[in-house]
């Protein structure tokens, strides 16, 4: 690790130990437990899914893999890590990195699951109910207690230099990723090579994506989380969309690129070159003060623009947003927040912890926030052909040209995403 980034890391801990100070001290707390989590076997089985460590713990550890494990924060003290190290020729043990950050935390290497002392009135937070046990040092603590995970959450949404850092390593590659995927399009390859190919040039395996990756060629593009990898290419190849990401000590990057193949129409080029600018303005309209509902009206609105200038709707902008047209045609959000988690913390909250839900006539919006400095979003604008969305505008007497939209259906759909981060000045795009 750079001396650059450990000083940000040095810098984010210590704003951590003051933040979480403040926190606790409005909460009348004393001490705070974090417990990392563990997987569980499949039921009726002795294997486990992938396991992801729990959000509040990797803020301060950022490593994503670390199970049974245990972090104390008190204030005025340094961070306790109880990090369970069993002796085990099974798999490899657990160990911290030889990495400066360390040394800011008392380790205590735990060859057994151990609960740790929590002095005072203190609370518990993480997936606590799936311990085999609660120890008796615990059955007196409150656990996860709403109001102080909620004031935790509203602090992860707002990234330190370290953490923007980190996200931006971990877009870097990622995109090495979708060149790859686009090299292997171009070369005719499957869905299954494809990802193979992704996970390659990122350095990763599949198991250590932050999100499964949507490698969808023709119109498995128009499914959205799409979730296979169809093991032979297809006779014509008219699209590949790629939504595959990163993480960097924890940080997750999630980058969308779609690319037109030799056997697309013109129009699917020309509104693949019309998204592209789309998400274009959509990243330079990111400022503070700007309401994120704003941006996703704004991409309604433009997209309906798109419909028109590309023959595909015969009417109006303001008919196409009002008669759901373009609703139909882009059925998600605009983005979401972006840290720790692919949809992070707190995206549908007001500041105080308040619910902040997404309106009825947009319900899979993941943001509801006004931007502050701090934030980083994904700006994701999609055009797709979706038959169960389309079906039932083909009963209304709207003014869309479904020869033009039918000759679309082989190429599924089109989605660019960017990761932002918002500056006291505007923005900063952490995609290459």
Not at 77 to 99: G, I, V
Not at 223 to 246: C, E, F, I
Not at 348 to 359: K, N, V
């Amino acid at each position: 690790m750079s001396t650059a980034l450990f000083n940000l890391q040095r810098d984010h801990l210590a704003h951590l130990q003051r933040a979480y100070s403040d926190i606790l001290a409005k909460h009348e707390l004393d001490s705070l437990a974090i417990y990392s989590g563990h997987a569980s076997p499949h039921f009726g089985d002795d294997q486990s899914p992938t396991f992801q460590t729990y959000g509040h713990f990797m803020h301060w550890v950022g490593m994503d893999d670390i199970q049974h494990s245990w972090l104390v924060i008190q204030p005025g003290k340094r961070p306790q890590l109880y990090l369970y190290a069993p002796a085990d020729f099974w798999h490899l043990p657990t160990h911290l990195p030889d990495e400066p950050w360390v040394a800011e935390f008392d380790v205590q290497l735990c060859p057994s699951i151990t609960m740790p002392s929590l002095p005072g009135r203190a609370a518990i937070i993480g997936d606590i109910d799936r311990l085999d046990t609660v120890p008796a040092q615990a059955r007196d603590a409150l656990q996860h207690p709403v109001m102080l995970v909620h004031a935790l959450d509203e602090l992860r949404m707002f990234k330190t230099q370290y953490e923007i850092a980190c996200l931006r390593e971990a877009n870097r590659l990622a995109m090495a990723g979708h060149q790859a995927a686009q090299a292997a399009f171009v070369g005719a390859s499957a869905e299954l090579d494809i990802q193979l190919a992704y996970l390659g040039a990122s350095r990763q395996r599949e198991s250590d994506v932050p999100y499964q990756n949507i490698i969808g060629l023709n119109e498995h593009a128009g499914v959205l989380h799409y979730q296979h990898y169809n093991l032979t290419t297809p006779k014509q190849r008219h699209s590949l969309l790629v939504d595959a990401g990163r993480r960097f000590r924890g940080y997750c990057a999630d980058i969308t690129r779609t690319y037109a193949g030799p056997d697309a129409p013109n129009v699917f080029h020309e509104l693949l070159g019309a998204l592209h600018t789309l998400k274009n303005n959509l990243v330079e309209s990111v400022a503070p003060g700007v309401e994120f509902m704003a941006l996703h009206e704004q991409m309604h609105h433009q997209l309906a623009d798109i419909l028109i200038t590309h023959g595909l709707f015969r009417g109006s902008a303001k008919e196409a947003v009002s008669e759901g047209v373009t609703r139909a045609f882009c059925p998600h959000g605009l983005g979401h927040s972006l840290g720790l988690q692919v949809h992070d913390v707190a995206g549908l909250r007001h500041p105080d912890g308040a619910p902040s839900p997404a309106p009825e006539e947009h319900p899979a919006l993941r943001l509801t926030r006004t931007l502050r400095p701090g934030m980083v979003v994904t700006i994701e604008p999609g055009f797709y052909y979706i038959p169960m969305l389309l079906e039932p505008l083909r009963s209304k007497a709207l003014p869309i040209n479904w020869v033009l939209v039918d000759s679309l259906a082989a190429c599924g759909g089109i989605r660019i995403e960017d990761n932002i981060a918002v500056t006291e000045n505007g923005y900063q795009n952490l995609t290459p």
